[in-house]
Protein backbone atom coordinates (compact mmCIF):
# COMPACT_ATOMS: atom_id res chain seq x y z
CA UNK A 1 0.00 0.00 0.00
CA UNK A 2 1.16 3.37 -0.81
CA UNK A 3 2.58 5.43 2.43
CA UNK A 4 0.18 8.29 2.87
CA UNK A 5 1.62 11.37 4.71
CA UNK A 6 -2.00 12.62 5.38
CA UNK A 7 -1.51 14.48 9.23
CA UNK A 8 -5.43 13.02 9.60
CA UNK A 9 -4.15 9.47 9.88
CA UNK A 10 -2.57 10.29 13.22
CA UNK A 11 -5.73 10.55 14.72
CA UNK A 12 -6.93 7.62 13.35
CA UNK A 13 -4.02 5.76 14.73
CA UNK A 14 -4.51 6.59 18.00
CA UNK A 15 -8.47 6.10 17.89
CA UNK A 16 -7.40 2.38 16.75
CA UNK A 17 -4.52 1.79 20.09
CA UNK A 18 -6.78 3.48 22.61
CA UNK A 19 -10.38 3.84 21.00
CA UNK A 20 -11.33 4.27 24.87
CA UNK A 21 -9.05 7.15 26.01
CA UNK A 22 -10.20 10.89 26.21
CA UNK A 23 -9.19 12.73 23.69
CA UNK A 24 -11.16 16.12 23.56
CA UNK A 25 -13.16 18.64 26.91
CA UNK A 26 -15.01 21.30 26.49
CA UNK A 27 -16.92 23.46 28.66
CA UNK A 28 -20.46 23.18 28.99
CA UNK A 29 -23.60 24.79 30.51
CA UNK A 30 -23.96 21.82 32.76
CA UNK A 31 -20.30 20.99 33.49
CA UNK A 32 -17.55 19.31 31.07
CA UNK A 33 -18.32 17.26 27.46
CA UNK A 34 -15.60 14.77 26.90
CA UNK A 35 -15.14 12.96 23.60
CA UNK A 36 -13.02 9.47 23.59
CA UNK A 37 -10.95 8.80 20.79
CA UNK A 38 -13.04 6.46 18.89
CA UNK A 39 -15.89 9.36 19.15
CA UNK A 40 -13.58 12.23 17.91
CA UNK A 41 -12.29 10.06 15.22
CA UNK A 42 -15.97 8.94 13.63
CA UNK A 43 -16.76 12.91 14.12
CA UNK A 44 -14.03 13.49 11.97
CA UNK A 45 -14.53 11.06 9.72
CA UNK A 46 -18.06 11.98 9.63
CA UNK A 47 -17.89 15.06 8.64
CA UNK A 48 -15.29 14.23 5.86
CA UNK A 49 -17.98 12.05 4.15
CA UNK A 50 -20.51 15.04 4.46
CA UNK A 51 -18.01 17.35 2.69
CA UNK A 52 -17.02 14.69 0.20
CA UNK A 53 -21.02 14.22 -0.46
CA UNK A 54 -21.40 18.01 -0.77
CA UNK A 55 -19.02 17.94 -3.22
CA UNK A 56 -15.64 19.65 -1.27
CA UNK A 57 -12.76 17.97 -3.34
CA UNK A 58 -9.09 17.38 -2.57
CA UNK A 59 -7.00 20.73 -3.22
CA UNK A 60 -10.01 23.12 -2.20
CA UNK A 61 -9.38 26.22 -0.44
CA UNK A 62 -11.56 25.86 2.44
CA UNK A 63 -11.92 28.72 5.14
CA UNK A 64 -12.54 27.74 8.38
CA UNK A 65 -14.70 30.34 10.45
CA UNK A 66 -15.56 28.14 13.99
CA UNK A 67 -14.59 28.95 17.38
CA UNK A 68 -12.43 26.90 19.72
CA UNK A 69 -14.91 23.29 19.91
CA UNK A 70 -15.01 20.03 19.08
CA UNK A 71 -16.44 20.83 15.75
CA UNK A 72 -13.56 23.00 14.67
CA UNK A 73 -10.86 20.34 15.87
CA UNK A 74 -12.81 17.95 14.02
CA UNK A 75 -13.67 19.86 11.27
CA UNK A 76 -10.27 20.61 11.05
CA UNK A 77 -9.43 16.69 11.06
CA UNK A 78 -11.51 16.08 8.61
CA UNK A 79 -10.74 18.53 6.10
CA UNK A 80 -7.15 17.15 6.09
CA UNK A 81 -8.70 13.57 5.56
CA UNK A 82 -10.48 14.66 2.32
CA UNK A 83 -6.88 16.56 1.43
CA UNK A 84 -8.79 19.91 1.34
CA UNK A 85 -6.48 22.82 1.95
CA UNK A 86 -7.74 24.34 5.34
CA UNK A 87 -7.47 28.72 5.71
CA UNK A 88 -7.34 29.28 9.60
CA UNK A 89 -7.60 33.24 10.32
CA UNK A 90 -7.60 34.74 13.52
CA UNK A 91 -10.33 37.16 13.80
CA UNK A 92 -8.35 38.97 16.69
CA UNK A 93 -6.13 40.48 13.69
CA UNK A 94 -9.16 42.89 12.66
CA UNK A 95 -11.61 43.32 10.50
CA UNK A 96 -9.93 45.19 7.42
CA UNK A 97 -6.89 42.62 8.13
CA UNK A 98 -9.07 39.65 8.21
CA UNK A 99 -10.89 41.12 5.05
CA UNK A 100 -8.04 41.72 2.80
CA UNK A 101 -6.46 38.10 4.09
CA UNK A 102 -9.89 36.38 3.15
CA UNK A 103 -9.39 38.00 -0.56
CA UNK A 104 -5.51 37.31 -0.68
CA UNK A 105 -6.52 33.18 -0.77
CA UNK A 106 -9.25 33.49 -2.73
CA UNK A 107 -11.24 30.65 -0.67
CA UNK A 108 -13.83 28.03 -2.53
CA UNK A 109 -15.56 26.49 0.68
CA UNK A 110 -16.77 28.44 3.22
CA UNK A 111 -17.50 27.15 6.74
CA UNK A 112 -19.11 29.64 9.39
CA UNK A 113 -20.79 29.38 12.53
CA UNK A 114 -24.45 32.02 11.86
CA UNK A 115 -21.96 35.00 13.20
CA UNK A 116 -19.60 34.07 10.71
CA UNK A 117 -22.14 33.92 7.87
CA UNK A 118 -23.27 37.03 9.14
CA UNK A 119 -19.96 38.76 8.99
CA UNK A 120 -20.01 37.13 5.23
CA UNK A 121 -23.25 39.01 3.79
CA UNK A 122 -22.31 42.14 5.47
CA UNK A 123 -18.60 42.07 3.79
CA UNK A 124 -19.12 40.05 0.44
CA UNK A 125 -16.43 41.64 -1.96
CA UNK A 126 -13.25 38.97 -0.46
CA UNK A 127 -15.83 35.89 -0.45
CA UNK A 128 -16.93 36.11 -4.27
CA UNK A 129 -14.73 32.82 -4.98
CA UNK A 130 -16.79 31.11 -2.39
CA UNK A 131 -18.82 28.40 -4.74
CA UNK A 132 -19.87 26.50 -1.39
CA UNK A 133 -21.34 27.63 1.84
CA UNK A 134 -21.89 25.66 5.28
CA UNK A 135 -22.98 26.34 8.57
CA UNK A 136 -22.44 25.07 11.79
CA UNK A 137 -25.02 25.75 13.94
CA UNK A 138 -28.81 26.45 12.92
CA UNK A 139 -28.54 28.36 9.81
CA UNK A 140 -32.23 29.61 10.33
CA UNK A 141 -32.68 29.65 6.61
CA UNK A 142 -29.94 32.43 5.58
CA UNK A 143 -26.67 30.70 5.78
CA UNK A 144 -26.92 27.87 3.76
CA UNK A 145 -27.10 24.10 4.71
CA UNK A 146 -26.07 22.98 8.09
CA UNK A 147 -23.39 20.62 8.09
CA UNK A 148 -23.56 17.50 9.92
CA UNK A 149 -21.66 14.50 9.96
CA UNK A 150 -22.83 11.83 8.22
CA UNK A 151 -24.61 8.97 10.16
CA UNK A 152 -24.17 5.88 10.11
CA UNK A 153 -20.46 6.77 9.78
CA UNK A 154 -18.89 4.00 7.37
CA UNK A 155 -14.83 3.12 8.16
CA UNK A 156 -13.28 5.00 5.66
CA UNK A 157 -9.69 5.64 5.37
CA UNK A 158 -7.45 9.43 4.69
CA UNK A 159 -6.60 10.75 0.99
CA UNK A 160 -3.03 9.62 0.12
CA UNK A 161 -1.02 12.79 0.64
CA UNK A 162 2.90 13.62 -0.40
CA UNK A 163 5.19 15.17 2.38
CA UNK A 164 5.03 18.39 0.22
CA UNK A 165 1.35 18.56 -0.44
CA UNK A 166 -0.44 21.64 1.01
CA UNK A 167 -2.85 21.20 4.11
CA UNK A 168 -3.52 24.44 5.79
CA UNK A 169 -3.03 28.10 5.43
CA UNK A 170 -2.31 30.11 8.56
CA UNK A 171 -1.66 33.60 8.52
CA UNK A 172 1.38 35.70 10.66
CA UNK A 173 -0.36 37.87 13.29
CA UNK A 174 0.91 40.97 10.91
CA UNK A 175 3.13 42.49 13.62
CA UNK A 176 5.35 44.01 11.34
CA UNK A 177 3.50 44.67 7.74
CA UNK A 178 0.62 43.00 6.26
CA UNK A 179 -0.54 39.36 7.83
CA UNK A 180 0.98 37.03 5.46
CA UNK A 181 -1.00 33.25 4.60
CA UNK A 182 1.81 30.63 5.46
CA UNK A 183 1.25 27.28 3.21
CA UNK A 184 1.94 24.39 5.63
CA UNK A 185 2.52 20.83 3.98
CA UNK A 186 1.33 17.43 5.40
CA UNK A 187 5.09 17.02 5.97
CA UNK A 188 5.85 20.06 8.19
CA UNK A 189 2.94 19.41 10.12
CA UNK A 190 4.62 15.65 11.00
CA UNK A 191 8.05 17.43 11.49
CA UNK A 192 6.28 19.70 14.07
CA UNK A 193 4.81 16.46 15.58
CA UNK A 194 7.81 14.92 16.00
CA UNK A 195 9.74 17.59 17.89
CA UNK A 196 7.00 18.33 20.19
CA UNK A 197 6.81 14.97 21.07
CA UNK A 198 10.41 14.36 21.60
CA UNK A 199 11.76 17.93 22.77
CA UNK A 200 8.98 18.40 25.38
CA UNK A 201 8.30 14.90 25.82
CA UNK A 202 4.58 15.24 25.39
CA UNK A 203 2.55 11.98 24.78
CA UNK A 204 -0.81 10.05 25.29
CA UNK A 205 -0.37 10.44 29.88
CA UNK A 206 -0.53 14.34 29.22
CA UNK A 207 -4.15 16.75 29.81
CA UNK A 208 -3.35 19.51 27.50
CA UNK A 209 -5.19 23.19 28.17
CA UNK A 210 -4.01 24.45 24.05
CA UNK A 211 -4.44 28.16 24.26
CA UNK A 212 -4.18 28.56 20.70
CA UNK A 213 -6.80 26.76 19.30
CA UNK A 214 -4.25 24.44 16.70
CA UNK A 215 -2.11 22.89 19.19
CA UNK A 216 -5.25 21.30 20.04
CA UNK A 217 -4.68 19.21 16.61
CA UNK A 218 -1.26 18.52 18.17
CA UNK A 219 -2.15 17.13 21.38
CA UNK A 220 -5.05 14.74 20.27
CA UNK A 221 -2.53 13.81 17.24
CA UNK A 222 -0.08 12.91 20.07
CA UNK A 223 -2.43 10.77 21.42
CA UNK A 224 -2.98 13.52 24.60
CA UNK A 225 -5.93 14.73 25.76
CA UNK A 226 -6.98 18.18 24.69
CA UNK A 227 -8.92 20.56 26.87
CA UNK A 228 -10.84 23.87 25.02
CA UNK A 229 -10.12 26.81 27.52
CA UNK A 230 -13.20 28.99 28.46
CA UNK A 231 -11.53 32.06 26.99
CA UNK A 232 -11.49 34.13 23.85
CA UNK A 233 -7.95 33.20 22.42
CA UNK A 234 -8.20 36.35 20.28
CA UNK A 235 -7.42 38.75 23.60
CA UNK A 236 -5.51 36.39 25.61
CA UNK A 237 -4.37 39.51 28.11
CA UNK A 238 -8.38 39.75 28.72
CA UNK A 239 -8.65 35.64 29.98
CA UNK A 240 -10.67 34.89 32.98
CA UNK A 241 -8.23 33.42 35.50
CA UNK A 242 -10.73 32.53 37.59
CA UNK A 243 -12.55 30.17 34.58
CA UNK A 244 -9.11 29.55 33.09
CA UNK A 245 -7.73 28.19 36.69
CA UNK A 246 -10.36 26.15 37.60
CA UNK A 247 -10.49 24.17 34.24
CA UNK A 248 -6.45 23.29 35.01
CA UNK A 249 -7.64 22.37 38.27
CA UNK A 250 -11.01 20.11 37.38
CA UNK A 251 -9.43 18.71 34.73
CA UNK A 252 -5.93 18.24 36.04
CA UNK A 253 -4.01 19.55 33.20
CA UNK A 254 -0.68 18.89 33.20
CA UNK A 255 0.38 21.06 30.35
CA UNK A 256 -0.40 24.02 28.38
CA UNK A 257 0.81 25.92 25.41
CA UNK A 258 -0.18 29.82 25.56
CA UNK A 259 1.16 33.74 25.07
CA UNK A 260 3.37 35.14 27.92
CA UNK A 261 0.02 37.69 28.43
CA UNK A 262 -2.41 35.32 29.60
CA UNK A 263 0.64 33.51 31.73
CA UNK A 264 0.24 37.00 33.65
CA UNK A 265 -3.02 37.34 34.39
CA UNK A 266 -3.17 33.63 35.61
CA UNK A 267 -0.13 34.01 37.73
CA UNK A 268 -0.91 37.16 39.47
CA UNK A 269 -3.94 36.10 40.43
CA UNK A 270 -2.43 32.66 41.61
CA UNK A 271 -0.22 34.66 43.86
CA UNK A 272 -2.96 36.66 45.51
CA UNK A 273 -5.35 34.11 45.74
CA UNK A 274 -2.22 31.68 47.20
CA UNK A 275 -3.58 29.01 44.37
CA UNK A 276 -0.78 25.99 43.22
CA UNK A 277 -1.38 24.62 40.22
CA UNK A 278 -0.61 20.80 38.96
CA UNK A 279 0.45 21.85 35.38
CA UNK A 280 4.15 20.47 35.37
CA UNK A 281 5.14 21.77 31.63
CA UNK A 282 3.96 25.47 30.38
CA UNK A 283 5.23 26.61 27.34
CA UNK A 284 5.20 30.03 26.07
CA UNK A 285 5.82 31.71 22.80
CA UNK A 286 4.70 35.03 20.56
CA UNK A 287 6.21 37.44 22.25
CA UNK A 288 9.95 37.92 24.78
CA UNK A 289 8.98 36.12 27.97
CA UNK A 290 10.61 37.80 30.96
CA UNK A 291 12.75 36.59 34.20
CA UNK A 292 9.97 37.99 36.36
CA UNK A 293 6.99 36.13 34.96
CA UNK A 294 9.23 33.12 34.97
CA UNK A 295 9.71 33.57 38.83
CA UNK A 296 6.34 34.29 38.97
CA UNK A 297 5.06 31.05 37.80
CA UNK A 298 8.07 28.94 39.26
CA UNK A 299 5.87 29.87 42.46
CA UNK A 300 2.93 28.26 41.20
CA UNK A 301 3.80 24.97 39.37
CA UNK A 302 4.96 21.71 41.07
CA UNK A 303 8.77 21.91 42.41
CA UNK A 304 9.48 19.41 39.45
CA UNK A 305 7.66 21.70 37.15
CA UNK A 306 9.36 23.39 33.90
CA UNK A 307 8.80 26.18 31.89
CA UNK A 308 10.23 26.23 28.10
CA UNK A 309 9.97 29.48 25.48
CA UNK A 310 10.22 27.87 22.10
CA UNK A 311 11.50 30.21 19.43
CA UNK A 312 10.22 30.78 16.13
CA UNK A 313 7.78 32.40 13.81
CA UNK A 314 4.56 31.33 12.14
CA UNK A 315 7.21 30.35 8.99
CA UNK A 316 9.09 28.32 11.43
CA UNK A 317 7.90 26.90 14.50
CA UNK A 318 9.67 25.96 17.06
CA UNK A 319 13.42 26.46 15.66
CA UNK A 320 15.22 26.72 19.44
CA UNK A 321 13.95 26.78 22.56
CA UNK A 322 15.51 27.50 26.34
CA UNK A 323 14.06 26.17 30.05
CA UNK A 324 12.85 28.78 32.50
CA UNK A 325 15.91 27.71 34.72
CA UNK A 326 18.49 28.53 32.54
CA UNK A 327 16.99 31.55 31.72
CA UNK A 328 16.87 32.25 35.57
CA UNK A 329 20.11 31.21 36.61
CA UNK A 330 22.18 32.22 33.83
CA UNK A 331 20.52 34.68 30.88
CA UNK A 332 18.11 37.07 32.66
CA UNK A 333 20.55 39.03 34.42
CA UNK A 334 22.27 39.61 30.89
CA UNK A 335 19.40 40.53 29.23
CA UNK A 336 18.54 43.28 31.98
CA UNK A 337 22.01 44.74 31.02
CA UNK A 338 21.05 44.77 26.86
CA UNK A 339 22.05 41.62 25.77
CA UNK A 340 18.94 40.54 24.46
CA UNK A 341 16.75 37.54 24.91
CA UNK A 342 18.02 34.15 25.14
CA UNK A 343 15.68 31.85 22.98
CA UNK A 344 18.05 28.69 23.54
CA UNK A 345 19.85 26.24 21.83
CA UNK A 346 18.22 24.98 18.06
CA UNK A 347 16.12 21.82 18.26
CA UNK A 348 17.19 18.81 16.63
CA UNK A 349 17.65 18.72 12.97
CA UNK A 350 17.32 22.71 12.94
CA UNK A 351 19.98 25.12 11.47
CA UNK A 352 20.66 28.50 12.42
CA UNK A 353 22.66 30.85 10.63
CA UNK A 354 23.95 34.75 11.18
CA UNK A 355 23.92 36.72 7.95
CA UNK A 356 25.11 40.29 7.45
CA UNK A 357 21.56 42.25 7.99
CA UNK A 358 19.41 43.32 4.33
CA UNK A 359 16.98 44.69 3.12
CA UNK A 360 16.96 43.50 0.12
CA UNK A 361 16.54 39.37 -1.75
CA UNK A 362 19.03 37.33 -1.77
CA UNK A 363 18.50 34.96 -4.22
CA UNK A 364 21.59 32.34 -3.65
CA UNK A 365 23.41 31.41 -0.48
CA UNK A 366 26.63 31.98 -0.16
CA UNK A 367 28.36 31.06 2.92
CA UNK A 368 30.21 34.91 2.62
CA UNK A 369 27.12 36.35 3.98
CA UNK A 370 27.70 34.18 7.77
CA UNK A 371 28.97 36.95 10.29
CA UNK A 372 31.22 35.98 12.91
CA UNK A 373 30.31 34.76 16.25
CA UNK A 374 28.86 36.73 18.61
CA UNK A 375 27.79 39.65 16.35
CA UNK A 376 24.15 40.94 15.52
CA UNK A 377 23.02 39.95 12.19
CA UNK A 378 19.99 38.27 10.52
CA UNK A 379 18.74 34.83 11.36
CA UNK A 380 17.73 32.65 9.16
CA UNK A 381 16.81 28.93 9.27
CA UNK A 382 16.72 25.91 7.56
CA UNK A 383 15.23 22.44 8.97
CA UNK A 384 12.17 20.15 8.32
CA UNK A 385 9.80 22.63 10.53
CA UNK A 386 10.34 25.40 7.72
CA UNK A 387 7.90 25.94 5.59
CA UNK A 388 8.28 26.72 1.56
CA UNK A 389 6.27 29.99 0.50
CA UNK A 390 3.78 32.70 1.48
CA UNK A 391 0.73 31.57 -0.38
CA UNK A 392 0.04 33.46 -3.65
CA UNK A 393 2.82 36.24 -2.56
CA UNK A 394 5.86 35.70 -4.93
CA UNK A 395 7.36 39.28 -3.69
CA UNK A 396 7.19 37.83 -0.20
CA UNK A 397 8.93 35.01 -0.50
CA UNK A 398 11.54 36.73 -2.31
CA UNK A 399 12.36 38.78 0.31
CA UNK A 400 11.82 35.98 2.75
CA UNK A 401 13.95 32.75 1.07
CA UNK A 402 17.25 32.47 -0.10
CA UNK A 403 17.64 29.20 -2.81
CA UNK A 404 20.43 26.80 -1.63
CA UNK A 405 22.08 23.60 -3.44
CA UNK A 406 20.27 21.34 -1.22
CA UNK A 407 16.68 23.42 -0.28
CA UNK A 408 16.48 26.69 0.97
CA UNK A 409 16.80 28.83 4.30
CA UNK A 410 13.89 31.29 5.51
CA UNK A 411 14.68 34.92 6.85
CA UNK A 412 12.73 34.63 9.97
CA UNK A 413 13.05 38.58 10.10
CA UNK A 414 14.51 38.99 13.72
CA UNK A 415 18.15 40.12 14.56
CA UNK A 416 20.26 38.21 17.08
CA UNK A 417 23.68 36.55 17.37
CA UNK A 418 25.02 33.59 18.41
CA UNK A 419 27.19 33.40 22.13
CA UNK A 420 29.82 30.95 22.71
CA UNK A 421 27.59 28.08 23.96
CA UNK A 422 25.55 28.10 20.99
CA UNK A 423 22.70 29.46 22.02
CA UNK A 424 20.60 32.36 19.84
CA UNK A 425 19.99 35.54 21.54
CA UNK A 426 17.25 37.72 19.61
CA UNK A 427 17.52 41.64 19.77
CA UNK A 428 14.58 42.55 18.12
CA UNK A 429 12.85 42.55 14.46
CA UNK A 430 14.84 43.45 11.75
CA UNK A 431 12.15 45.67 10.82
CA UNK A 432 12.67 48.07 13.36
CA UNK A 433 16.16 48.57 14.01
CA UNK A 434 17.10 52.26 14.31
CA UNK A 435 19.52 53.42 12.27
CA UNK A 436 21.06 56.45 13.04
CA UNK A 437 24.63 58.38 12.10
CA UNK A 438 26.46 56.94 14.68
CA UNK A 439 25.38 52.93 13.93
CA UNK A 440 22.32 50.86 14.66
CA UNK A 441 20.29 50.40 17.21
CA UNK A 442 18.46 47.21 18.13
CA UNK A 443 15.06 47.74 20.06
CA UNK A 444 14.94 44.62 22.69
CA UNK A 445 18.72 45.46 24.01
CA UNK A 446 18.20 49.00 24.64
CA UNK A 447 14.21 48.48 25.74
CA UNK A 448 15.96 46.21 28.51
CA UNK A 449 17.43 49.50 30.10
CA UNK A 450 14.85 51.55 30.86
CA UNK A 451 12.35 48.57 31.89
CA UNK A 452 14.44 48.46 34.62
CA UNK A 453 12.96 51.28 35.82
CA UNK A 454 10.14 50.50 38.35
CA UNK A 455 7.14 52.82 37.13
CA UNK A 456 7.84 51.48 33.50
CA UNK A 457 5.36 48.98 32.43
CA UNK A 458 7.34 48.51 28.88
CA UNK A 459 9.41 50.83 26.55
CA UNK A 460 9.75 51.37 22.85
CA UNK A 461 13.14 52.47 20.81
CA UNK A 462 11.68 53.71 17.76
CA UNK A 463 13.60 56.12 15.04
CA UNK A 464 12.37 59.37 13.64
CA UNK A 465 13.93 60.54 10.25
CA UNK A 466 15.37 58.55 7.48
CA UNK A 467 17.27 56.07 8.40
CA UNK A 468 21.06 56.28 8.60
CA UNK A 469 20.56 59.44 10.03
CA UNK A 470 17.85 58.56 12.54
CA UNK A 471 17.02 60.31 15.58
CA UNK A 472 16.74 57.76 18.48
CA UNK A 473 13.39 57.61 20.81
CA UNK A 474 12.50 56.29 23.96
CA UNK A 475 8.57 55.77 24.29
CA UNK A 476 7.67 54.08 28.00
CA UNK A 477 4.13 53.04 29.00
CA UNK A 478 4.01 53.53 32.57
CA UNK A 479 2.28 51.05 35.30
CA UNK A 480 -0.26 53.97 36.12
CA UNK A 481 -0.76 57.26 35.61
CA UNK A 482 2.31 59.58 36.21
CA UNK A 483 1.91 62.77 38.22
CA UNK A 484 5.26 64.43 37.36
CA UNK A 485 6.74 63.48 34.12
CA UNK A 486 9.30 65.39 33.96
CA UNK A 487 11.00 63.75 36.59
CA UNK A 488 10.34 60.41 34.97
CA UNK A 489 12.04 61.67 31.65
CA UNK A 490 14.97 62.76 33.96
CA UNK A 491 15.42 59.59 35.44
CA UNK A 492 15.19 57.54 32.46
CA UNK A 493 17.85 60.25 30.85
CA UNK A 494 20.05 59.11 33.36
CA UNK A 495 19.33 55.34 33.33
CA UNK A 496 20.07 55.98 29.15
CA UNK A 497 23.24 57.64 30.12
CA UNK A 498 24.52 54.74 32.36
CA UNK A 499 24.71 52.01 29.72
CA UNK A 500 26.88 52.63 26.39
CA UNK A 501 24.55 50.89 24.41
CA UNK A 502 21.81 54.07 25.28
CA UNK A 503 24.39 56.91 25.81
CA UNK A 504 23.57 58.50 22.75
CA UNK A 505 19.80 58.59 23.35
CA UNK A 506 18.14 61.83 24.14
CA UNK A 507 14.76 61.79 23.58
CA UNK A 508 11.97 60.42 25.89
CA UNK A 509 8.17 60.26 25.38
CA UNK A 510 5.41 58.99 27.81
CA UNK A 511 2.95 57.08 25.90
CA UNK A 512 -0.62 55.92 27.79
CA UNK A 513 -1.10 52.83 26.23
CA UNK A 514 0.88 51.05 23.54
CA UNK A 515 -1.11 49.59 20.56
CA UNK A 516 -0.02 45.98 20.29
CA UNK A 517 -1.27 42.36 18.50
CA UNK A 518 -4.34 41.46 19.45
CA UNK A 519 -3.25 37.57 18.80
CA UNK A 520 -0.63 37.62 21.80
CA UNK A 521 -0.91 41.08 23.69
CA UNK A 522 2.62 41.79 23.71
CA UNK A 523 4.36 42.18 20.21
CA UNK A 524 4.22 46.11 20.13
CA UNK A 525 3.32 47.87 17.10
CA UNK A 526 6.44 50.31 16.68
CA UNK A 527 5.54 51.76 12.99
CA UNK A 528 2.44 53.40 14.88
CA UNK A 529 4.52 54.32 17.88
CA UNK A 530 7.03 55.80 15.16
CA UNK A 531 4.36 58.13 13.61
CA UNK A 532 3.28 59.20 16.85
CA UNK A 533 6.65 60.04 18.08
CA UNK A 534 7.43 62.14 14.83
CA UNK A 535 4.16 64.28 15.67
CA UNK A 536 4.96 65.04 19.10
CA UNK A 537 8.23 66.30 17.96
CA UNK A 538 6.85 68.62 15.44
CA UNK A 539 4.37 68.92 17.92
CA UNK A 540 7.10 70.24 20.46
CA UNK A 541 9.18 72.58 17.81
CA UNK A 542 5.66 74.60 16.73
CA UNK A 543 4.98 75.66 20.56
CA UNK A 544 8.71 76.60 21.08
CA UNK A 545 8.81 78.52 18.12
CA UNK A 546 5.27 80.12 19.40
CA UNK A 547 3.23 79.19 16.34
CA UNK A 548 -0.44 78.39 17.49
Not at 2 to 19: C, F, G, M, W, Y
Not at 52 to 76: H, N, Q, W, Y
Request: aromatic share 10%.
Amino acid sequence: MEKSHNIAQTLADVAARAPERTALICRSLTGYRKWTFAEFADYAAGYGRALVDKGVEKGARVILMVKPSMEFVCLTFALFRIGAVVILIDPGMGYKNLLKCIGAVRPQVFIGIPKAHLFRKFFPAPFKTVNRSFCIGPSFGLFGSRLLPQRPIVSSSCVISEADDPAAIIFTTGSTGPPKGVCYSHGIFHAQLRLIRDYYQIGPTDIDLPAFPLFALFSTALGACAVIPDMNPAQPAKVDPKKFIRTIVDQRVTYSFGSPAIWNVVSRYCLDQQQKLPVKKILMAGAPVSGELIERLKKIMPEDGEIHTPYGATESLPIASITGTEILAETWNLTRKGKGTCVGRPLPGIDIRIIHTSDDPIQLWDDRLEMELGLIGEIVVKGPVVTRSYADNERENRFAKIEDRNGFWHRVGDVGYFDGRSRLWFCGRKGHRVKTVDGTMYTICCEAIFNEHPQVYRSALVGIGEPGSQVPVIIVEPFARIHDEGKLLAELRTLGLQNSLTAGIDHFLIHPAFPVDIRHNAKIFREKLAVWAAEQETEDRRQESGDG
